[in-house]
Nanobody, 124 residues
Framework: EVQLVESGGGLVQPGGSLRLSCAASGFTFSTYPMSWVRQAPGKGLEWVSTINSGGSSTNYADSVKGRFTISRDNAKNTLYLQMNSLKPEDTAVYLC?????????????????WGQGTLVTVSS
């Protein structure tokens, strides 16, 4: 079974930092680009960042560029999002996902997999 488990969220003050983790299982993690998206209360999904399968290439939404860093440890099947200089507008549930695959067809279940997300609240 494909599983994605996000963790690391919490309540932080503006300007603070958090490191989110996404533990992946049930698929060949190292062959997939991975992404973070977020959903603020009552809002739709917003793409945050993507990293290629090898971790050498990253992309960020303009709203987080320079503040967030996406990374991965393929040996641990884990994706990370280091969030610095947090702003109230970063408040959201953060989720990770994998949809495409490098060099081969996507494994069964990957395209439908979502974790529960981890809530980040930035507030004084």
């Amino acid at each position: 079974e494909v599983q994605l488990v996000e963790s690391g969220g919490g309540l932080v003050q503006p300007g603070g930092s958090l490191r989110l983790s996404c533990a992946a299982s049930g698929f060949t993690f190292s062959t997939y680009p991975m992404s973070w998206v977020r959903q603020a209360p009552g809002k739709g999904l917003e793409w945050v960042s993507t990293i290629n399968s090898g971790g050498s290439s990253t992309n960020y939404a303009d709203s987080v560029k320079g503040r967030f860093t996406i990374s991965r440890d393929n040996a641990k099947n884990t994706l990370y999002l280091q969030m610095n200089s947090l702003k109230p507008e970063d408040t959201a549930v953060y989720l990770c996902y994998a949809r495409t695959r490098d060099g081969v067809a996507v494994e069964s279940g990957v395209s439908d997999a979502w974790g529960q997300g981890t809530l980040v609240t930035v507030s004084s």
